[in-house]
């Protein structure tokens, strides 16, 4: 049978259903079908996704090199809720929803530093912690503390060089701080050698994909699976007999070895002295990856832009031993840009399979009958799976699904 559309209206106990009977999370991954199409193409759903998931994990939005000094801040905007990350008088780090309590006007804008955040409408402003310093002409106006009129926080922390957000706070605790959720992440780091500390940050590039946000996450996470058809350049570099993956919690880890250098360039652009001994490649759930090998640390942040697309935030570090003409790392402007490039042509084979994908998932063939999941692979594929569905659930099965934040 065909699906039709709006399967994911009704009270929360029918979309329940219909979401268990989608995907059953009690059959193992030997019998399980993928996700329906409409998990990719239904408003409703991605608006649930919205609601159940984003809001409510942690999200990667910049770096610490963005706000080093009291009076640093930068902005942005996630699914429709401005923000601005500032560094306070007392060098704290501090969020705030970027909304004036005014007339909702955006107070800040881009990225830069600032002694006080003024709103560009009518001139409220605001000092780096929040608080509310002046408000021109209300003197007439009656039931109106000062106090109680700053800009509304957003919960921030950071984990090595990055800066996360979490918009929603409610049934927050201790299990889902982001040093723990990171935790198994950062084990697999140090192991590989290298800490935050060690790299230094090159340059950010984004990348605007026409898919889903969830198929390029579902390439990412099949276990390998796709690197020897869809990578020549890379795979050539790299022990694919060697590929292992791992769940911990919510977070997803795939390793696996470099092969010997020396045997020159492979297949595009790639080169087996930028893999090195091998690459890491790790999912925090939702929507955030890293990459690690040979010299570079790579984060990808998939920030949805809208049911059929995405924008993928890379970040590029690089140790940095590389930028010291002394050291044996050392790494020419030009042998940067040629990493960088062998990086930009897997990127684009991604997002020509991803494109691919996402306009088959919306085929009446994909609607009357499901894909099947490789279970000696695809094992991040279906944990991932697993997740939306867990977290939809809990937010349809809570009692309360307002959205909470810290007025």
């Known amino acids: 049978r065909v699906r039709s559309y709006g399967v994911y209206r009704g009270s929360n106990q029918q979309i329940k259903q219909q979401i268990q009977k989608d995907f059953p999370v009690t059959l193992p991954i030997e019998e399980a079908l993928t996700p329906p199409g409409p998990w990719y193409s239904d408003p409703d759903f991605y608006d649930l996704e919205k609601r159940a998931i984003f809001l409510r994990t942690w999200q990667a939005v910049g770096r610490t090199d963005q706000v080093t000094s009291p009076g640093s801040y930068f902005t942005g905007c996630f699914l429709g809720e401005p923000y601005v990350v500032v560094r306070d008088n007392s060098n704290k780090l501090r969020a705030f929803f970027n909304v004036c309590r005014h007339h909702a006007a955006r107070v800040m804008n881009g990225e830069g530093k600032a002694e006080e955040l003024v709103c560009p409408y009518h001139g409220w402003t605001y000092a780096l912690d929040g608080r509310l310093k002046r408000a ?19 919960e921030v922390a950071t984990w090595g060089s990055t800066v996360w957000l979490r918009f929603d706070n409610q049934n927050k605790t201790e299990d889902d701080s982001l040093e723990l959720i990171t935790k198994p992440i950062q084990h697999k780091l140090d192991e590989f050698g290298g800490g935050w500390d060690d790299f230094v940050h090159v340059v950010r590039r984004n990348y605007d994909v026409a898919c889903n946000w969830k198929v390029f996450i579902d390439n990412y996470c099949d276990g390998g699976y796709h690197v020897s058809h869809l990578h020549p350049g890379l795979s050539s570099n790299l022990d694919m007999s060697s590929y292992k993956s791992e769940i911990v919690e919510t977070t997803s880890l795939q390793v696996v070895k470099g092969k010997p250098t ?92 991803c494109l691919s994908v996402n306009e088959g998932l919306k085929s009446i063939s994909y609607q009357a009958v499901r894909g099947r999941y490789a279970p000696r692979v695809e094992t991040p594929l279906h944990h991932f799976h697993l997740q939306i569905t867990k977290m939809i659930d809990d937010y349809l099965s809570s009692t309360d699904q307002t959205i909470h934040v810290d007025v």
């Open 136 to 154: 021109p002409r209300i003197k007439d106006i009656k039931n109106f503390l000062t106090r109680e009129n700053g800009l509304v926080p957003i």
């Open 262 to 353: 020396g045997n020159g360039p492979g297949p595009g652009l790639d080169r087996p002295e930028r893999i090195g001994s091998g690459a890491v490649y790790a999912h925090v759930f939702p929507n955030f990856l890293l990459n690690r090998y040979g010299d570079t640390l790579e984060t990808n942040y998939v920030l949805p832009t809208g049911l059929d697309g995405c924008r993928v935030i890379y970040d590029y570090y690089f140790l940095r031993s590389i930028r010291d003409p002394s050291s044996k790392s050392y790494l020419s402007d030009e042998e940067i840009k040629q990493r960088l490039d062998a990086s930009d042509k897997v990127q684009e084979e991604d997002d020509s399979v």
